[in-house]
């Protein structure tokens, strides 16, 4: 599961991060695999890499195998953390046959032992989100309800379409989730309405056909920018707060989504 | 002047376009560059762009004059719009001679013309920040006072030095200005003091030495997100707004940051 969005800052992290560790709550085995150079998935969970530690850019540009770059945080929550070498592994992945295909080799059959395997992106539509995209079966679009977060909206879901008519046919979008989202406002509400109008007008073919927005909103809630500094989930943080009820629900939400088993 | 923080959605664009228009309400001649392939800037004052017209990237790439690109806004905001295909520009600048000054020799003369040349740049610190770094002479940090923003803030100040030591002596960080700052939280005070304590404690040779925190804090306002669905400066949009009275503020202190002439 990539939760992807090119625009900056709109709680990719804070979604990945919180949805491994509800899921985990709800009894579920989960690898969270970050895949931004800047870290900020492993540095909220409290994962600080010394010198001889493996992360994804070892996985992904030195054939290293994921067993040896994963770790446990918060309890049960499987990570494989990211480090700053990651911002060369494009230019060194370039060259490479099946370029696209790296990391979704890499987990290979790891896939088995996890409920979920959830990706958080960069921000960006470059050669390692491709990967995630590849690597997955579903899409979620953590979005932050303003104008400028739209707009980046249909060159997604461009990359979202030629990576499954390409590289991974099973790929879809399952849903948008909105994030840091002030239910009072117009602003709020209206791009909430112009999500539903571009999913409900989905073509059959398209890979959004069917994807939904979640009914649970992220609330803004300043617990859940406090938690990262303490290298903890906001369950470990603040679990009686709204970022925490918040984070449950929509894990729950995604849960009920999985076809039992 | 450089808006720069690899970190997303910090407040850059909002910050750039803003400042911008408060300068131009301030009496003086102001050029904005939209370095971002995201477009956000030029989507921000309304401007987009057909087939024919030129943009950022044709300066950049396909050696276009910036006198065919830059067009009128908001009465007497002079705007360099972007355009997605600037997404390819660092591939095909890399092997170029001379590839991070390419924006610095595209502006020239064309900066006599003006009293504040702002640059917006994207969520990076590639080869079109570099150029952009390389172009100007002051850095402004929009920051927002959370914890995962200021966790790149090291990377950064190294990029502004390597640019300063091998491509651009007279460069420095002017300032950093906290955005969507939210003043009773203890969070954004932590925030605020660590970046205080960290510019404080500069070496004189350190191209942020004298660098300050702005006294202007920009407020969470949603009419700053909901200006740009209109193609507005927050001074168009909503002139009585807390927006728009913190970014005349921010463009007053930056103005009187200038030497007397
Ligand atoms: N619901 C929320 N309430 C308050 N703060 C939040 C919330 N969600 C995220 N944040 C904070 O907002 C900032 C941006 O969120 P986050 O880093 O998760 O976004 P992102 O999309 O992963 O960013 P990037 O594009 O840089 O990877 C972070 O400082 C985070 O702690
Ligand atoms: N003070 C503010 N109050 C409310 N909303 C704001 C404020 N500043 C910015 N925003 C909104 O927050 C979002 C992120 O801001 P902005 O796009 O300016 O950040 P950025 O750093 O340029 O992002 P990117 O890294 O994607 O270029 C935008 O939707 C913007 O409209
Ligand atoms: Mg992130
Ligand atoms: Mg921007």
């Known amino acids: 599961m990539a939760f992807i969005n090119q625009k900056g800052g709109v709680g990719k992290t804070t979604t990945a991060v919180n949805v491994a560790a509800g899921l985990v709550r709800l009894g579920q085995r989960v690898l969270l695999v970050d895949l931004d150079p800047q870290a900020h998935a ?4 409290g994962v600080e890499l010394g010198p001889d530690d493996a992360s994804i850019y ?5 054939g290293a195998s994921l067993y040896e770059a994963v770790r446990l945080v918060d309890g049960r929550l499987a990570v494989v953390p990211s480090h700053v070498d990651l911002v060369a592994a494009e230019l060194e992945l370039a060259e490479r046959p099946r370029r696209e295909l790296v990391l979704r080799e890499a987990l290979g059959n790891l896939r088995e032992h996890y409920d979920f395997v959830l990706i958080d992106c960069a921000p960006s539509l470059g050669l390692l989100s491709v990967n995630a995209l590849a690597a997955v079966d579903e899409v979620v679009i953590p979005l932050q309800p303003h104008f400028l977060a739209l707009q980046g909206f249909g060159r997604l879901m ?8 390409n590289l991974q046919p099973r790929l879809r979008v399952c849903g948008v989730v909105l994030c840091m989202h002030e239910r009072g406002t117009r602003l709020g509400q209206e791009v909430r309405a112009d999500v539903l109008r571009f999913l409900e007008g989905a073509d059959p073919r398209d890979p959004w056909h069917g994807a939904r927005v979640f009914d649970t909103c992220i609330r803004r809630n300043v617990k859940l920018a406090e938690s990262p500094s303490f290298g903890q989930t906001i369950f470990q943080y603040a679990p009686d707060s709204h970022g925490a009820e918040d984070y449950l629900a929509l894990a729950r939400e995604i849960l009920a989504m999985r076809p039992a088993p």
Do not use: H, M, Y
């Open 42 to 45: 492993s540095l909220s969970v």
């Open 158 to 165: 461009e990359t979202v379409t030629l990576v499954r008519d």
């Open 58 to 62: 070892d996985v992904l540009v030195r």
